[in-house]
């Protein structure tokens, strides 16, 4: 019995989902249609949609931030004189579930359209990374559109030996420390808060069995979060097998290089071949 396997053990790549974005517009644009479909009224298009999905995004947050504000205002301080139409959390039975819930909702729905915001910028981007040189490509990235319609560039004053001081580095670290810690800051703020929200409602709960249903979808929901930022934000095992596209291309271009690398891969000694279990009692050949 022969003890080769298949060729299957190919290096493996870990990209992100803008990076497989990236790679399927690149092999997509060297097409030779790409002309007539990659053209300004495409761009025009996806860049709309993109400052419209930013937009929704932008008021997701504020309609968040105002949640949170009425949880902190409303339930942990002591008088709980917010209302909202008369109402206050503690006057009222089953506000509590309605706000967290609303507070999840609010949040999955942000998500999904902040990864629809992504994928339009990152066509952008992949779009003016394929027409415009290195030298060029910040200022049309600064031109075109950016997220959240925020405008930076970074000059490159060190290819005119013009470099920043000790003092200029040390305040550029700070600032991005500050940045860092505001963020992370009111990220524990906002998580705390509904933390604190759950675990009222789980002690105290106000619409009986639907409390439970509550705590249920709340949990769901923040569970499906952290699986939808792995899955677009995190980068993933991917099997690496280009160079079969390779070999088939040069079929036609260099019939000598193409049986050499034919036998590499499809050989009895292929690093890509996977042995079989019982390979391994037998030693290596």
């Not at 000059?155 to 040390?170: I, S």
Request: aromatic letters at 14%; proline letters at 3%.
């Amino acid at each position: 019995m022969s003890d080769t396997g298949p060729i299957d053990k190919f290096p493996t790549v870990w990209l992100t989902y803008g990076q497989r974005i990236k790679l399927d517009l690149a092999n997509a644009y060297a097409m030779d249609e790409n002309d007539s479909f990659f053209n300004d009224a495409y761009l025009d298009r996806i860049t709309a949609q993109e400052k419209q999905l930013a937009d929704w995004v932008i008021k997701l947050f504020l309609v968040q931030i105002a949640l949170t504000a009425f949880q902190v205002a409303g339930f942990v301080t002591s008088e709980g004189s917010l209302s909202i139409f008369g109402i206050t959390l503690k006057q009222a039975t089953g506000v509590k579930e309605i706000i967290l819930t609303l507070s999840a909702t609010v949040a999955l729905v942000t998500w999904i359209m902040m990864v629809s915001r992504d994928t339009c910028q990152t066509i952008i981007d992949t779009l003016l990374e394929l027409n415009f040189s290195a030298d060029f490509l910040p200022y049309a990235k600064v031109a075109g559109s950016t997220p959240f319609s925020v405008k930076l560039l970074i000059p490159r004053l060190h290819d005119q030996f013009v470099f920043a001081t000790k003092t200029n580095k040390a305040s550029m670290i700070l600032f991005v420390l500050l940045l860092l810690v505001l963020y992370l800051i009111v990220f524990a703020f906002a998580l705390a808060v509904n933390v604190f929200f759950f675990l009222n409602i789980y002690w105290h709960p106000t619409l009986g069995v639907w409390s439970s249903v509550v705590l249920a979808y709340v949990s769901l929901v923040v569970l499906f979060g952290v699986l939808f930022f792995v899955r677009f934000y995190v980068p993933q095992p991917h099997s690496d097998s280009r160079i079969l596209k390779e070999i088939e291309a040069l079929k036609e271009v260099d019939e000598k290089l193409y049986r050499r690398m034919l036998d590499d891969v499809y050989g009895p000694k292929s690093k890509f071949r996977r042995k079989r279990w019982f390979s391994y009692f037998r030693g290596k050949k």
